[in-house]
């Protein structure tokens, strides 16, 4: 059983920054991805980036070179950090794991709130 804890969410102004961080509860090499989705209102949810054990990353296109996910080995901790915000990244960010042991297993953390004003 891995939990994820979210953080960092808020209320930032167009143009400016905020990073996200996702703890987990196990060692984060046990686990095979890790990504964070976000879902805006009424919108489905959809992947925003993703990194591998080994240290992989890919994005959605449309955040390419805005969006940065990294991590931190000893903390067990994923970050996203999210540049030049558009009132578009506006939704709940959630963080995703997916963990290998035969089969495939997938934890959700609870989300955090990003609201991007104009």
């Known amino acids: 059983q891995v939990q994820l804890m979210e953080s960092g969410g808020g209320l930032v102004q167009a143009g400016g920054s905020l990073r996200l961080s996702c703890a987990t509860s196990a060692s984060i090499f046990s686990i095979h991805t890790m990504a964070w989705y976000r879902q805006a209102p009424g919108k489905q949810r959809e992947l925003v980036a993703t990194?591998?054990?080994?240290?992989?990353?890919n994005y959605a296109d449309s955040l390419k070179g805005r969006f940065t996910i990294s991590r931190d080995n000893a903390k067990n901790t994923v970050y996203l950090q999210m540049n030049s915000l558009k009132p578009e990244d506006t939704g709940v960010y959630y963080c995703?794991?997916?963990?290998?042991?035969?089969?495939?297993?997938?934890?959700w953390g609870q989300g955090t709130q990003v609201t991007v004003s104009s």
């Open positions: 995703n794991a997916n963990t290998w042991s035969g089969s495939w297993r997938y934890y």
């Open positions: 990194i591998t054990s080994g240290g992989s990353t």
